[in-house]
């Protein structure tokens, strides 16, 4: 039988986790906003058209930030079409996803139901069909306390108070030729300079987000990241990364090596961020922002067949299986163990669209298999993460070399002094020894140990099976300063101790 053994010591931790790295994403596509969050007429929706039925499934997984409103749909985006009284609002032809924007839907109603969701706004401004002007008199209508045009504006739309966003992204993903707008790593680190100057001149307190590359492929990737950091370097507090991965060839365990991928991503962008840092002679750090990451691959074919100019199709609604839900916890343990670095990381996306949750229209909401891992990491991932040695048995895959078997991080809640382990075991035949020496941590006794696990990789939940991935219990022991669990082959696993 295969073990591995992962080593850590009290006195040497990595790096206290931002609650942000547990962020989420609704964009205004497919069925995230309309039918998914908001839905005016649905039995548990509010009178302001908010599903309560998702907003609980939202609040369980806490979010402490959600972005919005796109994606590529923010590049095409003119936000006035989306405030002043809702009969005035303009039906545009939305070209990001060729679908039709009504724009019932805006920025003041999200800013509401991120209230209702106990979360925070990370705005995106459009950088594709306009420039630093427009993004400027966004902050100003939402930050703005009164007493100028466009925050007079906000109060005489109904929102007296105001909504003080304190997280922006300079545009989305500018480096892609599908991107409206689409920029060269010059055209964009001058634009993103100018937005960000004078966004800044608005509400200095304000945090900005630029593009970096949309995935570790693009044949930019390095440079763009370069020519951006040297431009905006000290307008900037964080750089953004995208990284969505599939299985399309049904090769599992290449598959499960993916999450290598965003480590060795998140590992070149922090080395350039240093590089510029030091060529500027500049005190601050930047840090990363991982503000799209997930599995998307499942929803392509039948994506291609749906008609165009729709409001509200249903698009990229992945239906995750068991094997999405480990490669989704080993992105989670990946992201935890470069907390020193990521500091903002959003699950692409959070109702509907490459979602954790799935809605029927005037129906159901019910949870994907992935979302258990976020709930798990999300809930009792915060905390201090712990240098951890982590020795397990290697192999090879079809893109990967050295693969461990087992991938696992420790995270300390230094409040309660709970320690909560999170492995993932990439075996796909056998089950693996796995071992925690916990030293200095003095006596402690298993809280719970929750696996998720399942003889069919590819099972999946629907609206009428909606428990069929969940975790279950599973059986780990502490003794001495050793915890000792068995981890079924392909599973991920959370192991929660408190002080005995
Ligand atoms: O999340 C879906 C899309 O993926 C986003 O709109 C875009 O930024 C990315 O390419």
């Not at 693996?432 to 590819?458: C, N, Q, W, Y």
Request: one cysteine or more; glycine letters at 8%; a negative charge.
């Amino acid at each position: 039988m295969k073990k591995a053994r992962l080593i850590v010591e009290t006195d040497f931790s990595l790096a206290t986790v931002d609650p942000r790295l547990f962020g989420s994403f609704i964009e205004h596509l497919g069925r995230a906003v309309y039918e998914g969050i908001y839905e005016p007429g649905h039995p548990t929706s509010d009178e302001k058209g908010f599903r309560q039925d998702v907003l609980k499934l939202v609040r369980d997984i806490d979010v402490p930030i959600v972005r919005y409103p796109g994606g590529n749909f923010v590049s095409g985006y003119n936000w006035e079409d989306g405030v002043g009284p809702v009969k005035d609002r303009p039906r545009r032809m939305e070209l990001a996803w060729r679908s039709i924007e009504d724009n019932s839907f805006g920025t003041n109603e999200f800013m509401d139901w991120c209230r209702q969701a106990k979360t925070a706004p990370m705005l995106a401004v459009n950088l594709g069909t306009k420039g630093p002007e427009e993004a400027r008199q966004l902050v100003e209508y939402c930050n703005h306390p009164g007493g100028t045009t466009l925050s007079d504006l906000r109060k005489a739309h109904g929102w007296r108070d105001p909504h003080n966003v304190k997280l922006w992204c300079l545009g989305n993903e500018m480096d892609g030729p599908w991107q409206i707008g689409h920029k060269s790593a010059q055209e964009y680190a001058r634009t993103a300079h100018e937005a960000a100057k004078v966004m800044k001149w608005v509400d200095p307190s304000i945090e900005l987000v630029a593009c970096g590359s949309s995935n570790s492929s693009m044949s930019t990737f390095g440079s763009y990241e370069l020519a951006v950091l040297d431009e905006c370097y000290r307008d900037i507090d964080y750089i953004s990364l995208h990284s969505y991965y599939g299985n399309p060839d049904g090769d599992t365990a290449n598959f499960l090596a993916r999450s290598m991928n965003m480590d060795a991503f998140i590992k070149s962008v922090a080395a350039m961020c240093d590089a510029i840092q030091g060529k500027l002679h500049a005190k601050k750090k930047v840090h990363l922002s991982f503000d799209e990451w997930n599995v998307w691959f499942h929803s392509g074919k039948q994506d291609a067949e749906l008609p165009s100019w729709t409001q509200a199709p249903p698009m990229l609604e992945d239906v995750y299986t068991h094997e999405d839900a480990v490669l989704v916890g080993l992105m989670l343990i990946t992201m935890l163990k470069n907390a020193d670095r990521v500091k903002i990381a959003c699950l692409a996306q959070l109702v509907n669209v490459i979602a954790p949750i799935m809605t029927e229209k005037g129906g159901a909401a019910w949870v994907q298999s992935i979302y258990w891992p976020f709930l798990q990491a999300s809930r009792y991932g915060r905390g201090t993460v712990m240098q951890g040695i982590l020795r397990a048995p290697l192999s090879d895959t079809k893109d990967f070399m050295d693969v461990p078997v087992v991938d696992a991080v420790v995270v300390r809640n230094d409040e309660s002094g709970e320690v909560t382990v999170f492995a993932a075991n990439r075996d796909l035949s056998e089950s693996v020894v796995f071992e925690t020496e916990l030293r200095g941590f003095g006596p402690m006794k298993v809280l719970e140990h929750a696996v998720l696990a399942s003889e069919d990789i590819h099972a999946f939940n629907t609206k009428e099976n909606p428990d069929r991935v969940k975790p279950a219990a599973g059986h780990a022991v502490f003794e001495g300063n050793l915890l000792a669990a068995s981890l079924p082959k392909c599973s991920w696993n959370m192991i929660r101790l408190a002080k005995a």
